[in-house]
């Protein structure tokens, strides 16, 4: 049995459960709030979540990253997220970086906002925002007329994209520029695992910072 710690509206919760969702894997979700907070951070004093429990073998996975190649190797399905060949996977694992170090730094626009006045960050945030720009240009050139960021087929770079994307572009707008991302989000959000998570993330939503 998997058990998945995450939030309904965390990014990197959603970038494991559209993982989960397009192999249609079994799992229980528990949601990280005050009641099991102390549960959660007995199991990973880092705090940062999500992480998978599997009872069957026996061990607990933390960064999600590392719980996709789990799944991916103990709990195949159709959708296969890392590539056999050495360098496609190489590919994979080169934007899955990439979109997480967008996931992290979207989420300090995020954080800025819900800080006590007089301990905002305006400098951290136009840095964050520069890097983001950076990000989305890397993007842009490399998705060329791909269908998924790595090549034809959707991988563990593309969970960590949809994402990353979809809160990036709230914090960080594309302003009209970069088209093949605009595009590339939409196809993600019509996949039916991104779709459903997002769907439902709508009850907690207000819960979002500037929601
Ligand atoms: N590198 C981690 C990042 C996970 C992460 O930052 N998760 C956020 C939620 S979306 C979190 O735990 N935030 C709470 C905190 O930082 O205290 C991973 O890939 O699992």
Redesign the pocket.
Known sequence: MLTLY??PI????W?VVIALYENATPFESITVDQDTYPDFIAKWPM????ILLDSDRKTMI????V?IEYLDAYYPGRTRFIPTDMDAALEVRRWDRVF?HL??TM?KIVVDTIRPEGQRDPYGVEEAKRAIRGIYTVVEAQLGDRAFVAGDSFTLADCAAGPALWYGVRNAPLSGGFPRISAYLERLKARPSFGRALKESEPLFHMYPGA
């Open positions: 995450g939030h965390s990014s990197y919760t970038k705090g940062k979540f999500p933390t960064e999600t990253s719980i997480d996931n992290t989420s």
